[in-house]
């Protein structure tokens, strides 16, 4: 009595995980460039009890061995997995805004000295504060958005407008037609490996410990056409609304379940202490 409890509170405590991780997904589903976590569960490992000793039987002229004892399992586990697939395109016309428009492709930022990552392509000027008229390329937090060669993207103030290329190259319209136009090609990085890109908040991803590994079997730094990104739009979330609504009414179902499971198993141990 008390192991079916057990299981069931195992049990209860990863669909509460899994309510957490849909209603994360529900409060993001407007925010730009935001991949959904996707949870599924697995059984725990399992329990032999063997209640007597193996014994042969025979059938006719076959010898069958025969199994005894119960296996009993302790529940469920949440695992939960990033869901990087294309969000959909929202039109904004507005220079500064991109859309990354292949799914394994990612924004290089600088966040605290370190480079993390992110497919929000909504950026911002912010002046350099160092008395020279100069603006950076950064994103709506106020992290730096980096090159192909991981420098800042720091732009003069002689000019009027920003073009963005379909394959990353960054270029100004310069104030007077004699002056040279500013050109940045943006740090974009393909993920080979997702598995290894872990949730920095933010809408922001960093690389987990590598360990053995190395940076370039996980990512690769593109250039030229291999890069693929449109202006004047933003990759909305890849969240669905319908599909989070039915994993919760059936998450909530699994729990309440379970719970019942838990007064149950209270309910007939309070008879057998009573009948003693």
Do not use: C, W
Not at 35 to 60: I, P
Not at 119 to 137: C, I, W
Not at 190 to 201: A, I, S, T, Y
């Amino acid at each position: 009595m008390l192991r079916s409890m057990i299981t069931a509170t195992n049990t209860m405590g990863q669909l509460q995980k899994q309510l957490d991780k849909i209603g994360h997904n529900l409060s993001n589903i407007d925010t730009q460039g935001y991949k959904r976590t996707e949870t599924t569960f697995s059984e725990l490992v399992r329990q032999q009890f063997n209640n007597q000793t193996n014994e042969r039987e025979e059938v006719g002229e076959q010898r069958l061995n025969m199994e005894y004892g119960i296996r009993q399992g302790v529940g469920a586990m949440m695992n939960s997995t990033i869901a990087f697939t294309q969000g959909s395109i929202k039109q904004t016309d507005r220079a500064l805004d991109i859309a990354l428009t292949v799914p394994d492709q990612f924004l290089q930022i600088e966040v605290n000295g370190q480079v993390n990552y992110t497919r929000d392509g909504a950026l911002y000027l912010s002046p350099t504060n160092d008395g020279t008229n100069r603006f950076m390329l950064s994103t709506s937090s106020g992290n730096l958005v980096l090159d192909s060669n991981q420098n800042p993207i720091v732009l003069d103030d002689n000019f009027r407008d920003i073009t963005i290329s379909k394959n990353g190259m960054l270029s100004t319209v310069p104030n007077n037609e004699e002056d040279v136009p500013q050109i940045f090609e943006l740090g974009v990085v393909k993920v080979d490996r997702p598995q290894m890109l872990v949730q920095k908040g933010n809408n922001l991803y960093g690389v987990k410990d590598l360990g053995d590994a190395q940076l370039n079997e996980v990512l690769t730094f593109l250039t030229g056409d291999e890069i693929s990104v449109q202006q004047g739009t933003l990759e909305m979330s890849n969240v669905d609304l319908s599909r989070e609504m039915t994993d919760l009414m059936v998450s909530q179902r699994s729990y309440q379940m379970n719970a019942k499971s838990v007064t149950l198993g209270d309910q007939m141990l309070g008879l057998i202490n009573g009948v003693r």
